[in-house]
T-cell receptor, first 113, second 112 residues
Framework: GAVVSQHPSWVICKSGTSVKIECRSLDFQATTMFWYRQFPKQSLMLMAT?????????EQGVEKDKFLINHASLTLSTLTVTSAHPEDSSFYICSARDRVVVRFGDGTRLSIL | SQQGEEDPQALSIQEGENATMNCSYKTSINNLQWYRQNSGRGLVHLILIRSNEREKHSGRLRVTLDTSKKSSSLLITASRAADTASYFC????????????FGTGTRLTVIP
């Protein structure tokens, strides 16, 4: 069935490192994917909408130069956290719309030391 | 903001009991979806109810939608320990935007 695969599931790295997270739609094509951030025991906050072949749409307050999004194909979107700092540590989740239902990846836990 | 709110924020019940969670939202919607999230994991889609539907069933799940009150409820019957998770409602906008707006979530604990 339709699945969204997110990789890696866990990243620990030093401050100043750039980290790339991949989101793939399996068995379906997704012209639009979504990137969320979730702090412990809180809800998901939409960061940006990734559009295949065009620029991503960022939510208010999200720095586009900090969180680079590339959606180069109908099955892959990437989020790169550039020059990551401890305050960027969080749980990042991607999703893709499969017709009406939105399906989610398993998330990436990012820890910046 | 279109973000919804779930009530209660936390719920603890004994295995076998029913669990009811409520969701309220602010704007007109096209559909409302319920998701489950186990700790540290992604979200699993449970059920979708469209704005012209009032009730929907899926296994032990029953969802209601009252668009006049802008509210929805999720009932889990005969709960199991494995139902322990956070449950979120998410609304799809009538404006045609593709993204979902999530509520604050209910943390359900089912005690075996």
């Amino acid at each position: 069935g339709a699945v969204v695969s997110q990789h890696p599931s866990w990243v620990i790295c030093k401050s100043g490192t750039s980290v790339k997270i991949e989101c793939r739609s399996l068995d379906f094509q997704a012209t639009t994917m979504f990137w969320y951030r979730q702090f412990p025991k809180q809800s998901l906050m939409l960061m940006a909408t990734s559009n295949e072949g065009s620029k991503a749409t960022y939510e208010q307050g999200v720095e586009k130069d900090k969180f680079l999004i590339n959606h180069a194909s109908l099955t892959l979107s990437t989020l790169t956290v550039t020059s990551a700092h401890p305050e960027d540590s969080s749980f990042y989740i991607c999703s893709a719309r499969d017709r009406v239902v939105v399906r989610f990846g398993d998330g990436t836990r990012l820890s910046i030391l | 903001s279109q973000q919804g709110e779930e009530d209660p924020q936390a719920l603890s019940i004994q295995e076998g009991e029913n669990a009811t969670m409520n969701c309220s939202y602010k704007t007109s919607i096209n559909n409302l979806q319920w998701y489950r999230q186990n700790s540290g994991r992604g979200l699993v889609h449970l059920i979708l109810i469209r704005s012209n539907e009032r009730e929907k069933h899926s296994g032990r799940l029953r969802v209601t939608l009252d668009t006049s009150k802008k509210s929805s409820s999720l009932l889990i019957t005969a709960s199991r320990a494995a139902d322990t998770a956070s449950y979120f409602c998410a609304t799809g906008s009538q404006t045609g935007a593709n993204n979902l707006f999530f509520g604050t979530g209910t943390r359900l604990t089912v005690i075996p």
